[in-house]
């Protein structure tokens, strides 16, 4: 399977293309839409996503690691993690199960 990376260029242009905005305003909207998705999420609050999924942040405690490479025990410090949860819709869309929406 080949990995393909999209950019927020690409997604602009599918805005742009699919909405009938402008480039610019295409743009503006994907970094709009972003940014408050970016800015819901630092507060701690979950994204939903209808048909698509939700994110969320969760907090992990401290714990003690290892270095793989000298074995020697590090003490890992407490942090936030992003979280992806994928809708039904989207793990059968995925999966092959059915077209979910448009087929692309």
Known sequence: MTEKTITRAQLSEAVY???GLSRNESADLLEAVLGEIST???KGETVK???????????????????PKT??????LP???LVFRPSQLLRKRI??????????
């Not at 074995?71 to 890992?76: F, H, S, T």
């Open 79 to 81: 942090r936030r993690v």
């Open 17 to 19: 293309q699919e909405v």
């Open 95 to 104: 999966n092959g199960a059915g077209s979910g929406g448009k087929g692309r």
């Open 40 to 42: 819901v999420l630092a």
């Open 71 to 76: 074995g020697e025990e590090v003490p890992i």
């Open 49 to 67: 996503i209808s048909s698509f999924g939700s994110f969320s942040v969760r907090s992990k405690g401290q714990r003690v690691g290892r270095n």
